[in-house]
Structures are given as structure tokens and as C-alpha cells.
């Protein structure tokens, strides 16, 4: 068993440095997926000799056969659960016999948070707490057509970005798209009335730096495809890219990550980046992550995005002078009053939040290299009832 005495002295420099899955997640060795790069895995990839088969073909060359050997050798005994990208407030654990790997998270980001008393011109009634979070993400994702959850209904969070802030739908209370209505701070994000903080919409919390040009991993969806920032390549904005189209659900194959999802530009620099994050889900999502501690994502919401969505019309209670806090129900029940009272209660005067100012447009011609406490353009703008429409598109960065 020779090889097992180079693999144990290879393991010293190499164990830190193993090829990861292709979703990022545990070690490419680990072809078994039990979380232990060993005899099993040299076993399955003879059992898969000469084939296509994705797991066994751990070195990705198109062909299982001894190159694959040599590389479950040189990383014999990695620890593979050191392998994923979540980083901050986060812990992670492989739960290899369900195919799970579990985070969790603390509720608070690692990144300055608000603030929300209206003091910058961006008011919400909920505070960012601290909360025993734990989302799952399924190691090998199911694709499905016809997935388990609609992800356009689904209150809460809908997927997790690295740093464990989760990700929720383009819709707040009320049914609303959040990124071109509602405040957030400089992070993109906010509180849901659970004390929830999240982002609907890529955050500058994310490294822009690309990797061949394409935009990093920023978070996972609850289906186990991975998530990436807004580039396919230096000059492609995947949003809009004619070369490897997003499909609906706002991800697309390609050879080197599989199939993906892309965030949009955040709406300051492309109002047209609807649905910001994912428009559905292309494989089944771990439904444990849903049900409870959701809000902030339901149903109802302001009067322009119901009055459009919702027969019969809907009661519009609209707040005096705050129209983007309004909240539209069909009846004015306790839950109507609610949300009301959530959005509504006590915005007089100088205390009337603003709506998202209109894009700068060429404010910034470069995307600054990342800053640690970006600055925003000033956020007092004129209301808006829609978000608009035949803007140009915002010029492609690098
Ligand atoms: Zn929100
Ligand atoms: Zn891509």
C-alpha cells in the first residue's frame, strides 16, 4: 500500500489546498461524498474507468481514469469540511449521510449594518437581531422543472449569501420590488419585521474580483446551485448577455462551474436588473429552509405593484406623503392592519421616509476597487411610483 504512505506525506502540503467540488463545496477526491478522500474513492473511480461520470472525474479532464487516481492520492486525508466558501458570522457543518451541508449564522452580518431611523434618509421600523439561523444547502442539487417552491411566492429567505446573510425574492411586504422602492444601507440590505437582515440584490459586501473574468461565488440557493456576481466576462453582464443567456430562473451551464446563477447589478446601476438575484428555482430546494422566521417578503404591499397583480382590486391604504410605504390588501383585516401599521405608523413630517432616488446615472464611471463603507450618491430623490421604464442601459464595466 505504497501509495498510501505517499498520499499521508503528500496530505502535509496538500490538505489545505485541495481541489474543491465544483460547486465550491467539500473535496473533488472525495468522489463518494462521505468526507474522506481514501480507498473508496479509488475504488469508485475504477468502477467509473474510462467513463464521462462528472463525480468520478475529480480532476475535470473530460475522462475518468489514472490522472484521477493520482490526484485522489496527492490529497489523501484532506479534510474536505474545510472546504466551502462561507466566511463571517457562520459555521458549517457536512451532513454527508442526508447530503447536506448545514449553516449557521448568527443574524449579524459581517459588515456595519443601517442605520434605519430615517437619519440618512432611509427609514424602516425593524432592528437587525441577532437569531439562531441555519439554512441547508443539498450537496448534489435535483434539477426539476417544476420545482417544490415557487421562489416568486416564497416569503423570506430564498437562498444564502457567504457571509450568511440570506437572499430573499425581489419582493418586500406588500409585494413590492424592494430594489427599486425600498431603502436600504450601504450594504444593500435591511431588516425584515423578524429582526431578519438581508439583501435582495447583489451587496458591496461581495469581492468584485473575477476569476478568467467571471464574476466570484457570492452565495448558494436553497436548491444547491451556486450563486456568482454579475459578469460572465470582463465586457459580459450576464444579465443582459446575448453570448450564454440566463434562462428564467436567472442561471445558465457552463463547462467550468455547471449550471449557475448570476445576481444582476445592483438597481443603482442597472434599474433593469429584475429579478435581481433568482427568478425561480431550476432544481428542488431544501424545503427545511422554509416555514417560520420569514416576513418581510409576503404577500400585499404598495398600490402600483397590486393594483396590477391582485383581482379583485385591492384596498389601497396609501400613507399620507409616503407612497413607497404603502400597503394594498383586499381586505382590511388584521393582517392588512398589520402591515399597515408596520409601514405606515407614525411617518409625519420629517419622519416620511424617502423612496430609492432615482440612479445616478455616470455618477460613476468606474466601480471603485472595493471599499469597506461605500458611499451612496445622496438618497433624497423626488417619490416614485414606478420604477422606470426605457432607462439606458448602464455602460459595461469591466
Ligand atoms: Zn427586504
Ligand atoms: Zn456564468
Known amino acids: 500500500m505504497s501509495y498510501i504512505t505517499v498520499g499521508s506525506l503528500s496530505l502535509l502540503i496538500s490538505a489545505s489546498t485541495a481541489l474543491s467540488m465544483p460547486y465550491g463545496l467539500g473535496c473533488a477526491t472525495d468522489v463518494t461524498t462521505d ?3 481514501g480507498v473508496n474513492d479509488i475504488l469508485l473511480v475504477v468502477d467509473r474507468w474510462g467513463s ?3 463525480l468520478a472525474d475529480c480532476n475535470r479532464d473530460g475522462v475518468v481514469g489514472i490522472s484521477d487516481i493520482l490526484l485522489i492520492i496527492d490529497e489523501w486525508g484532506s479534510d474536505c469540511d474545510s472546504i466551502h466558501p462561507f466566511e463571517g458570522n457562520t459555521s458549517v457543518e457536512f451532513d454527508y449521510v442526508n447530503g447536506l451541508v448545514v449553516i449557521s449564522y448568527n443574524g449579524i452580518p459581517n459588515h456595519p449594518t443601517g442605520p434605519f431611523d430615517g437619519s440618512t434618509g432611509c427609514y424602516n421600523p425593524n432592528d437587525v437581531s441577532m437569531l439562531n439561523i441555519t439554512y441547508s444547502i443539498p450537496m448534489h442539487p435535483e434539477p426539476t422543472n417544476n420545482p417544490s417552491v415557487d421562489l ?3 416569503t423570506g429567505p430564498i437562498a444564502t449569501a457567504v457571509n450568511g446573510v440570506p437572499f430573499y425574492n425581489p419582493y418586500d411586504a406588500g409585494g413590492i ?3 427599486s422602492t425600498i431603502c436600504f444601507d450601504d450594504y444593500n440590505g435591511h431588516p425584515s419585521p423578524d429582526g431578519r437582515y438581508h439583501y435582495h440584490q447583489w451587496s458591496p459586501a461581495f469581492d468584485d474580483v473575477k476569476t478568467d473574468g467571471h464574476s466570484q461565488l457570492v452565495g448558494y440557493s436553497f436548491d444547491g446551485y451556486p450563486i456568482f456576481g454579475p459578469w460572465e466576462s470582463e465586457t459580459d453582464y450576464a444579465h443582459e448577455s446575448t453570448v450564454n443567456p440566463l434562462d ?3 442561471g445558465h451551464y ?3 462551474r455547471g449550471y449557475h446563477y448570476h445576481t444582476s447589478l445592483p438597481y443603482d446601476e442597472d434599474p433593469n436588473g429584475f429579478p435581481w438575484v433568482m427568478g425561480c428555482y431550476s432544481a428542488q430546494p431544501e424545503t427545511s429552509n422554509f416555514g417560520g422566521g420569514g416576513g418581510g417578503g409576503g ?14 382590486p385591492p384596498v389601497c391604504n396609501c400613507v399620507h406623503n409616503a407612497p413607497g410605504y404603502a400597503y394594498c390588501c383586499t381586505n382590511w383585516d388584521a393582517a392588512c392592519q398589520a402591515y399597515a401599521e408596520q409601514f405606515c405608523n407614525g411617518f409625519t413630517g420629517s419622519d416620511v421616509p424617502t423612496q430609492r432616488p432615482e440612479p445616478q446615472r455616470n455618477a460613476q464611471p468606474n466601480r471603485p476597487e472595493r471599499q469597506m463603507h461605500p458611499q451612496r450618491p445622496n438618497r433624497q430623490g423626488p417619490p416614485r411610483q414606478h420604477p422606470p421604464q426605457n432607462r439606458p442601459r448602464p455602460p459595461h464595466r469591466r
Not at 299 to 312: E, F, L, R, T
Open 248 to 250: 428564467d430562473c436567472h
Open 254 to 256: 457552463d463547462a467550468v
Open 35 to 37: 468526507g474522506v478522500v
Open 152 to 154: 416568486m411566492s416564497q
Open 52 to 54: 464521462n461520470d462528472d
Open 177 to 179: 420590488d424592494a430594489p
Open 299 to 312: 404577500p400585499g404591499g404598495g398600490c402600483d405593484a397590486c393594483a396590477q397583480n391582485m383581482i379583485p
